[in-house]
C-alpha cells in the first residue's frame, strides 16, 4: 500500500505583496514565479521529490525521502533569495489526496495565506526513515497518444492547447475524484499523477471517461518506489512498453 508524503509549498501574502505600494510588473511576477519553480524543482528534485507548479503561488510536491531538516533548508534558501517566503505543511496518508488535505488543513489552521504575520510556516510530520517501503509512491504518467499527428501538426496552436488542458481537466477531475489521485500537466501531452495503489482496471476507466467526456485518448505507464524519482522514472519506462505495444495501460515490472 502506497504511503505519500506530500508537502504544501504556499508563497506567504503574496497576493498583497503583488500590489503593494503599487500593482508590479507583470513580467516581473511571471519570471519570479517560474523561478521559484525552478529553484524548488531543483531543491525537490535533487532529494528525489517532485514537485508540480499547479497555481505557482500554491505548488504540491510528493516529498517522500525528504525529511523536516530538508524542508527547513529548502525554505530558508528561497527566505535568503527572494523577495518573498514560503510556508511548507507536510503530512502523509495511504492516498495523495488525503495527505494534501491534512497538510492543507494544517496550514490553513495556521492562518491565512494573506495574513502578513504568518511567515514561513513549517508543519507537520515526515515519514521516519524507519517506516520507509519500496511501494511508498506510485506514479501514474499519462501522455496523448498521438499527439502530434492528431492535434499538433493539424490545429493551430492555439485550438491543440485547448484540446489537451480539456483532456487534463477531465482526467485530474477523474483521478481525484473516483481514486484520490492528484494529477498535474507537466508540458506537452503529458500529465503526472500521484496515486494510491490502483488496480488497471481503475486506469482503464479513467482513460475511457476522458475518451468519452473529452475526445482525447490516453495512455499510462505506471512504477511505484520509495521516492516520486524511483517511481516515476519506473513510470516512464513502463509508457515506453505500453507505446511499443499498443496497450492502454502498463504497470513496470
Ligand atoms: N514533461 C514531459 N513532457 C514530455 C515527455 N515526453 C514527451 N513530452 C512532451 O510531449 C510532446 C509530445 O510528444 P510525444 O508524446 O512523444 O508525441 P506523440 O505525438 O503524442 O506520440 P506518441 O506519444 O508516440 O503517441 C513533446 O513535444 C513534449 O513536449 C516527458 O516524459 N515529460
Known sequence: MTNTQVTLVQIDNYG???VT?????????????????????????NRGGYVFFTRFDNMIAVTNGLDESDHAMIQESVGNRYPVTVS?????????????????????????????????????RTIGEDH???????????????????YTDRLSAFETFIEIEQGYATLMKEM???HDALS????????????PTLTEGAYLDAIDHVTEVAGV????????????????MDAKH????????????????
Open 16 to 18: 498583497p505583496w503583488t
Open 176 to 178: 481525484h475524484g473516483e
Open 21 to 45: 505600494p503599487e500593482p508590479r510588473r507583470e513580467v516581473d511576477l511571471q519570471t519570479l514565479q517560474s523561478r521559484l519553480y525552478a529553484d524548488l524543482s531543483q531543491l525537490i528534485g
Open 184 to 195: 498535474f500537466f507537466v508540458g506537452g501531452d503529458n500529465v503526472i499523477a500521484a496515486c
Open 88 to 124: 511548507l505543511s507536510v503530512a502523509t496518508g495511504t492516498t495523495p489526496a488525503h495527505a494534501l488535505a491534512d497538510a492543507t488543513d494544517n496550514l490553513q489552521d495556521r492562518g491565512s495565506a494573506q495574513d502578513k504575520d504568518r511567515r514561513e510556516i513549517l508543519c507537520g
Open 217 to 232: 485518448d490516453l495512455r499510462v505507464g505506471v512504477g511505484s518506489g520509495k521516492t516520486a524519482h524511483e517511481a516515476g
Open 238 to 253: 513502463a509508457l515506453e512498453e505500453a507505446r511499443a505495444s499498443g496497450d492502454a495501460v502498463w504497470f513496470a515490472e
Open 132 to 150: 520507509r517501503t519500496d511501494e511508498d509512491v506510485e506514479i501514474a504518467h499519462f501522455d496523448v497518444i498521438d499527439a502530434t499527428g492528431e
